[in-house]
């Protein structure tokens, strides 16, 4: 298995594995966008796992300043290893990787938000010393806002 910064090449791979962690079909053009902008941006760093040169995971880090904290933090904003590779410590892994590559970028913190609905992704974060110590809260202003909390569209 080798953990890497993802490039251009990879985007297919991540996009469905997000898309099949969000139970929906994203955009592919704006998808690809985003992904060449992040990948351009040294305040992102997309990492991915692969096992005979295939993408099996990716967790994609953003770096920023925050004024509350007077300090860098690293915010993991999607993190998803592949179906049928899941429960073998690849999640375990690559945390650990992303957390050790915020630490070398000076973070002094990273952190997560994660739907309330994805009870064992929150287990998996508690068993890996992550603390739950925030809420999150969002507002649609697409006027789309269904008023429920669900996976996908």
Do not use: W
């Not at 509350?68 to 690849?90: L, P, Q």
């Not at 650990?96 to 070398?104: D, P, Q």
């Amino acid at each position: 298995m080798t953990t890497r910064t993802a490039t251009m090449d990879d985007c297919q791979d991540v996009y469905e594995m997000i898309c099949d962690m969000e139970a929906t079909l994203l955009p592919y053009r704006a998808f690809a966008d985003i992904f060449r902008n992040q990948l351009n941006d040294p305040n992102y760093e997309c990492i991915v796992c692969e096992e005979d040169r295939n993408v099996i995971a990716v967790l994609n880090l953003r770096y920023e300043e925050q004024l509350h904290h007077t300090a860098r933090i690293a915010e993991i904003m999607e993190f998803v290893v592949k179906a049928g590779y899941r429960n073998r410590g690849i999640g375990k892994d690559l945390l650990a990787y992303a957390a050790g590559r915020a630490k070398e970028n000076g973070c002094i913190q990273i952190e997560v938000a994660c739907n309330q609905l994805r009870k064992d992704t929150h287990r998996f974060y508690s068993r890996e010393g992550m603390k739950n110590f925030h809420f999150k809260f969002s507002k649609d202003l697409t006027g789309a806002d269904e008023g429920e909390n669900k996976l996908g569209r």
